[in-house]
């Protein structure tokens, strides 16, 4: 039986813990005012000079000291496993997973392009020039890239888009992880790929980071439904399994701080009946693939939670 004076001094330990905590909480937040009413006063007399105090201020505090305060607590508080998130390179919990699918990565690139989707050019510094000048130019860039987000410790391994009348600021873009070697889905579903699919409506400031980046559209699912239509419409042998309440439905923010909302479905788009460019279409129809359903070309199939 435990003793009660060891349970005491446990909380008292707690309590002693709670307001060093508390301490250092409120004298952040002092030292955090008392900093921005001395650089207003001192940056008085600056007269031209305060607007590059300025640029050069929020580029450190954007770039590097916010960064890496995300890096540093997101260690502390977020998941190390699959949650139904992807990550983004701060460590912040990006867009939601809201898709699989099942299928070689030539039968995904083929189902793509048919469906009039662009693959998106890597993250380089020409590509991001590149993008910021069409974007203040509303210039289109097809193969404009998307920002690195992470799913089992990594980076996507590629991602496509369609982008909207002509204006890199705005589109429809999904990207793809290839599943570890024996990783399955909650519930046991075994997939080839997982990918989050959202549309960029704008482009504007992350509220964690105060980064430029894109802004998306809060309604994710609407994302999620239109990529599914896209590639079945172009590939009618494309079939899909519908693992409805696959997560519980939710509001929350992305990594940007942009509102996003689902249902918590999950579409398997299955691939496997697709020929990939070039070979001469066969059918698949009847395999599994280690837990999740196999469909017939072209067909829709619904499960429910675990079934």
């Known amino acids: 039986m435990p003793n009660p004076s060891t349970r005491r001094s446990g909380r008292r330990r707690a309590s002693s813990g709670a307001v060093l905590d508390s301490f250092f909480f409120v004298l952040a937040g002092l030292s955090s005012v008392w900093l921005a009413v001395l650089l207003a006063t001192e940056s008085l007399g600056l007269g031209w000079g305060l607007l590059w105090f300025a640029v050069l201020f929020w580029a450190l505090l954007a770039y590097l000291v916010l960064p890496r305060l995300h890096r540093i607590l997101t260690r502390l508080y977020v998941p190390n496993y699959f949650i139904g998130r992807t990550r983004t390179s701060d460590g912040l919990l990006g867009d939601p997973v809201n898709l699989a699918v099942n299928g070689s990565a030539e039968q995904v690139h083929a189902a793509l392009a048919a469906a009039g989707w662009t693959r998106a050019d890597d993250v380089t510094i020409r590509s991001s020039w590149r993008i910021i000048t069409s974007t203040l130019r509303r210039r289109s860039y097809l193969q404009a890239p998307v920002s690195p987000l992470l799913l089992f410790d990594r980076v996507q391994d590629f991602a496509y888009q369609q982008e909207v009348a002509n204006n890199p600021a ?31 409506r704008a482009v504007g400031l992350s509220l964690f980071t105060l980064q430029v980046t894109h802004k998306i559209d ?46 918590g479905d999950l579409p398997v788009i299955d691939l496997r009946a697709v020929p990939p460019a070039g070979v001469t279409a066969g059918v698949t129809a009847g395999v599994t693939a280690g837990g999740t359903t196999a469909t017939e070309p072209g067909a829709v199939v619904e499960l429910t939670g675990l079934s």
């Open 218 to 263: 809060e309604h994710t699912d609407i994302e999620r439904d239109h990529i599914v239509a896209s590639i079945r419409q172009a590939v009618p042998q494309t079939g899909v399994v519908l693992i409805r309440d696959f997560a519980t439905g939710y509001h929350s923010r992305n990594g940007g701080g942009d509102s996003i909302q689902t249902d």
């Open 170 to 200: 705005k589109r429809h873009h999904v990207r793809f992880w290839r599943c570890p070697a024996g990783w399955m889905l909650p519930g046991g579903h075994r997939v080839d790929w997982v990918a989050a699919g959202t549309f960029d």
